[in-house]
């Protein structure tokens, strides 16, 4: 059986392939934030955290998923290092704040190359990914604010989370196709 070819590397899509490991990076390291929420009695943390890995996974499986429809090679890489040890709540929110800081750059860097090499259907495919950022940093700065305020009550942030709607709802529906389905 002959391999189709596929479409030749630009830059655009060498980083739309970075941007599979970052995505799968980021799922790691919100599983390692559940887990650490979890050990530490924090029910509501541990979830939140757990929707935030299911929610990058699907971002890398997104972008899995375009790279496939646009006759693109892709690789499924390994995910570098993740950060387990801390010493207070804070510490791991602010993480995920920055880390959502660096996703949103990533992205900003992926219009500009999509658009410097005239990938109109790059570019519109990105749109969803920045408005989601918009909405995730929004969102753990906000989280992180109730963090801080609650001076080391952990069990205000655990009522807040409750009663507040933080994170992923569920199926947004303009998302893009995820490879193999959402989760």
Known sequence: ???LK???RSKFYEL??????????????YLALAVWFDDADLPQLAR??????????????????YMMDTDHHVEIPPTGEVRND?????????L???????????????????????????EQFLQWFLKEQVEE?????????????AAGNMFEVE????????GDSGGDPDMPPVAGGAL
């Open 1 to 3: 059986m002959a391999m």
């Open 159 to 166: 009522n807040w989370l409750a009663r507040e709607s933080v």
């Open 137 to 149: 940093v929004s969102q753990m700065s906000t989280l992180l604010t109730v963090v801080k305020r």
């Open 86 to 94: 801390f010493a207070d709540p804070v510490e791991l929110v602010e």
């Open 48 to 65: 939140h955290f757990y929707r935030q890995a299911v929610e990058e996974r699907n971002h890398a499986l997104a972008i899995v998923q």
């Open 16 to 29: 739309l392939q970075q941007q599979v490991h970052n995505e799968f990076n980021a799922s790691q390291q």
């Open 96 to 122: 995920a704040l920055e880390q959502e800081k660096e996703v949103t750059a990533d992205f900003r860097t992926l219009v500009k190359a999509a658009r410097a090499e005239d990938d109109y259907l790059g």
């Open 6 to 8: 596929k479409e030749p």
